[in-house]
């Protein structure tokens, strides 16, 4: 009997990360993994995550794998890229929240321009989530890591302005969230684009949901947004990350239950959301970065 | 939504003047300006008037092509004046149009093969336009019949199941909704649906025209029309259709779906 494939009038927008060695992502002219359908351009990449400090709420078990390397972000990063492998590293301004050390912008585009010499993938940067304090924290990184083409987070629907701006003058990609809403991130996009920002510098975020904390819902908004995208929606043809790590380590059974099992939620959260489509997976403890990439290498086989 | 831009046509006075003086600047503008309405693709007629067909044809497709190189649906009833358009264009043309007559079906899907056209098979023959949606269906199976026949796939065959004046035809726009919703069930890929829109408004005073293209337009969209042959500078046309397509879920809403489009 013939198979029938799928033929899609459009393809994802290629995303271009990092200057050194740059990477790209998207691209996909179909459904992932599936034989035939998706020549799978450019498999899903892994990013790691690390901190501008230590971070305290993270359980033992997933501090453990970097040692004094928590307390120097540099090290952090270093450890990162060369012992654990990750494509890319996602720097979380985490000193920067007016709760925690409130550290400056200044301090904050030090940490990052070490962080640019001391490693040669690409980066991911993002705030500490409070918006005003990330407007100027932002403006002023995006300045310092001029020319490294790297990703910047979180564009809003309520505060997206600065960020853009800044993005555009410094020449690098944009994360853009919406909270499990697929008009608002179209909407979303659309404005950041009326602000002349390049279309294929966009990369989505629909929030992530860790196993068994509204994972389902993300995942059917980014299947809805990647169908959308394949079939010439412009407004949502763009790539999407994930930031598998931070949610996965935030539930009660990787705090609290045995040994390995906030790996194992790590790695059956991040297989699920490669299946719906992500580009990118942010993720934090060493063995599910790895088998996350055996598990990417094993389905871009297939 | 497949939209083929309907302004580059000699029926229009400025296009037969341009024709005739071999004004190129007015088929530029008018190409232009269509594709910068997000027309999908450009009819070309040369109109009853020209002295030349071929000839002007040829003139009419280079011309187009020196600023666009954008899907050329070449509009003529006469078979040379077709296979001169057709062999002068740049992206995959279609072919405008092909009806359920033997004969012209003898002649234009062998030509949809070799151009690798897509073809407009109109729901008419000899004997004219059936009345009914159940008329209209038989010949739309000849024209399915014809595209396995000449080995051209069923999802290149653009049906159009012909509009006429609503001054004069009045019960005509229901049996073209009802042929546009049931041939889609004549084959597996389902053939295409196209109408000549302004064709339901031919007659009717100015000042209604555009309203009830408009208004035949979301109709036909709201049954799963999936082409058209109009005029994508009208605004309010445009803004329309575009509106039909998000109520029929075919595009995502947001705020902005307008601009989105």
Redesign the interface.
Known sequence: MERLIEKWQDKISEVVIGAKKPITIGGETGIYFIDGEDKCPNPPCVAMEVWDMEPEAWPETLKSNFGSALKDPVEWAKLCADKFSADLICLRLASTHPDTKNASGQEAGKTLEKILKAVSVPLIVIGSSAHEKDNEVMAHCANVAKGENCLFGIATQDNYKTLTAACLSSGHSIISEAPIDINIAKQLNILICDMQFPADKIVLHHATGALGYGLEYTYSIMERTRLAGLSGDKMLSMPMINFVGQEAWRTKEAKTGPKDTGILWEVATATAYLNSGADILVMNHPKAVEQIKKAIKALARA | MFIIGERINGMFKDVAKAIKEKDKAVIHALALKQVSCKANALDVNVGPASANPKEAMEWLVKTIQEVTDITLAIDTTRQDVMETGLSLCKAKPIINSANANEEKMKNLFPLAKKYNASIIGLTMDKAGIPKDSEGRMELAMKLVAACVEYGIDTSELYLDAVILPVNVAQPHAKEVFKTIRDSKMLADPAPKTVLGLSNVSQGSPMRYKNLINRTFLTMAIANGLDAAIMDATDKELMDSLITAELLMEK??????YL??Y
């Open positions: 595009q995502l809403y947001c705020d902005s601009e989105a």
